[in-house]
T-cell receptor, first 115, second 113 residues
Framework: EPEVTQTPSHQVTQMGQEVILRCVPISNHLYFYWYRQILGQKVEFLVSFYNNEISEKSEIFDDQFSVERPDGSNFTLKIRSTKLEDSAMYFC?????????????FGSGTQLSVL | TQLLEQSPQFLSIQEGENLTVYCNSSSVFSSLQWYRQEPGEGPVLLVTVVTGGEVKKLKRLTFQFGDARKDSSLHITAAQPGDTGLYLCAGAQSLNRDDKIIFGKGTRLHILP
């Protein structure tokens, strides 16, 4: 079965540093998402991306966050200046051209630890 | 803000028993999904329910969407240790393709052998 791939699986960084989380969505999917899950908390929506632009973003997704699809396969989330509260598991997800709720595939996540 | 409340938060039962977990909201959702998440992994979609009153079965798992589309339940018959995991419900606010899915906090299920 096709899968969403995320790298790295773990990322440790110092507060104030920039991090880039990488995702390779399923090849024929056109809708891409980032979610995060703080330890013990619920999965929270960050941003959706379609046709090379942001479709929707949550209030968590402030100016410190950005997303990019630099080529035909990668989808990245950049945090410019990390804060302690950015520590979380970050999930990338993708879906096909059909309605969102038909099938959303999640990657295994990147565990980000900000020290 | 639409919220999804899941109950119970934790559930530990013996193998072979039946159980039901719930997902409730004061808001109407266009669809509700159930995911299962293993430690260190992303959520994996189990089922999507769209129509009020809809019932879907996946082997020993039965999912129901409330008539008013504000709640859902997951019933597991004859639970097995392999059913252990975090069960998340998630709702789509609309049927728009680029809409977001909102997650509940989940029910952590542990089946004792």
């Amino acid at each position: 079965e096709p899968e969403v791939t995320q790298t790295p699986s773990h990322q440790v960084t110092q507060m104030g540093q920039e991090v880039i989380l990488r995702c390779v969505p399923i090849s024929n999917h056109l809708y891409f998402y980032w979610y995060r899950q703080i330890l013990g908390q619920k999965v929270e929506f960050l941003v959706s991306f379609y046709n090379n632009e942001i479709s929707e973003k949550s209030e968590i997704f402030d100016d410190q966050f950005s997303v990019e699809r630099p080529d035909g396969s990668n989808f990245t989330l950049k945090i410019r200046s990390t804060k302690l509260e950015d520590s979380a598991m970050y999930f990338c997800a993708s879906s096909a051209t059909e309605t969102l709720w038909e099938k959303l595939f999640f990657g295994s996540g990147t565990q980000l630890s900000v020290l | 803000t639409q919220l999804l409340e899941q109950s119970p938060q934790f559930l530990s039962i013996q193998e072979g028993e039946n159980l039901t977990v719930y997902c409730n909201s004061s808001s109407v959702f266009s669809s509700l999904q159930w995911y299962r998440q293993e430690p260190g992994e992303g959520p994996v979609l189990l089922v999507t329910v769209v129509t009020g009153g809809e019932v879907k079965k996946l082997k020993r798992l039965t999912f129901q969407f409330g008539d008013a589309r504000k709640d859902s339940s997951l019933h597991i018959t004859a639970a097995q240790p392999g059913d252990t995991g975090l069960y998340l419900c998630a709702g789509a606010q609309s049927l728009n393709r680029d809409d977001k899915i909102i997650f509940g906090k989940g029910t952590r299920l542990h089946i004792l052998p």
